[in-house]
Each structure stands twice: as C-alpha cells, then as structure tokens.
C-alpha cells in the first residue's frame, strides 16, 4: 500500500513524550515512507538533545531541531511537512493528509475539516493509552485509513466528499463523523 523513499538500514528517531497529533503522525510517516524499521524514543523535553546525542537519534517535532515546525509562505508547517520536504516526498495522497495534520496541529487559516476529528482522536487516544508506544500502535489504523481516502480520492481525480462538505458516513460533515466515533 505505501511507498518508501529510501532504504536506510534501521534508523532511531526521538522527540518529546506525551505525543499528541505531529508526534504520532511523524512516526507513522516514517514507518511507511522512509524507513519501515525504523525504533522511536519518547523522552522528557529538556532529554531530547542529550539522548538525540546519545543514541545517535534523529530528533523531531522539538524546538531548535532541523525536523520541527517552521514557516512557509506566512503559514506554519509542521513536522510531518519537514520531514516529508526532507525525503523529498511526494505522494498526492500524502500532501492531502499533511494538509490535515498540519490543520490539527497548528494554527492555520482554513484548515480542513478533518482537522478538528483528527485532533479530538488524537487527544482520545493520548487519554486511553497506557504510554506513547501505545498510542502509536492504537492510531498507526487512522492514519492507514486517512490515507487510503485521500488515494482514492487522489487517484480517482473526483471531487473529493469533503469540499463538498460530506462523508463516506451519510452526508455529516466529516470532521462531525470522527467526533461521533468517539463517542
């Protein structure tokens, strides 16, 4: 189902525990796009540069790191767009789903309508998960099914449901579907 960029033999990745949105879409995308083994570490905030040292981790989502937020035209971009700009991704299906990460983690004008759902699960799932490796393993699907949408909708070259305000879950608003999964 998905693409990898590179072949890198296993890489270690760190940033901040608690993960939230941008911390667990990051690994996801690495999984599936740059490197499938790649090992996660969640550490204290002031720990990331010390065991980025240490372990010869690649830090991400942190400040001061090369793979975190920035800006770009004016708009914030985070670190799901560094890294795909790094790898030099670029999947349609994967910049659609970058549009609603990047709208559930920053503070952008007219983000996507998924962008409120994906935010609410997000903290769910943060809320239900025993640690941040948990977290990871539980949302990993959501993210599998967000990009399997925006495939679909990519490949097909239709409209896609949501700029016509509507779901594949019977005409509500689809940022309003994800918040009655959770329910």
């Not at 525990?17 to 941008?22: K, L, P, S, Y």
């Not at 667990?24 to 040292?53: G, H, M, R, T």
């Not at 010869?56 to 989502?61: K, M, R, T, W």
């Not at 949302?139 to 967000?146: E, I, K, T, V």
């Amino acid at each position: 189902m998905f693409k990898r960029a590179y072949a890198f033999c296993s890489m270690k990745w760190v940033t901040r525990e608690r993960a939230h949105v941008d911390r667990i879409a990051c690994p996801w995308l690495i999984k599936n796009f740059v490197d499938k083994d790649a090992e996660f570490l969640f550490v204290p905030a002031d720990s990331v540069k010390e065991v980025s040292e240490r372990e010869g981790a690649i830090p991400f989502d942190t400040p001061g790191v090369e793979l975190t937020h920035y800006f770009e035209n004016g708009e914030e971009r985070v670190s799901f767009d560094a890294i795909i700009r790094k790898y030099g991704l670029n999947d349609p299906a994967l910049l659609e789903l970058a549009k609603v990460v990047r709208g559930a983690d920053a503070r952008i004008q007219n983000p996507p309508p998924e962008s409120a759902g994906l935010r609410a699960a997000a903290a769910g799932f943060r809320i239900i998960s025993r640690d941040d490796y948990e977290n990871m393993k539980i949302q990993f699907p959501l993210y599998d099914a967000l990009y399997a949408y925006f495939k679909e909708q990519t490949t097909r070259k239709r409209q896609p449901l949501r700029s016509m305000g509507l779901s594949a879950t019977g005409g509500l608003p689809i940022s309003r579907s994800f918040l009655l999964i959770l329910r």
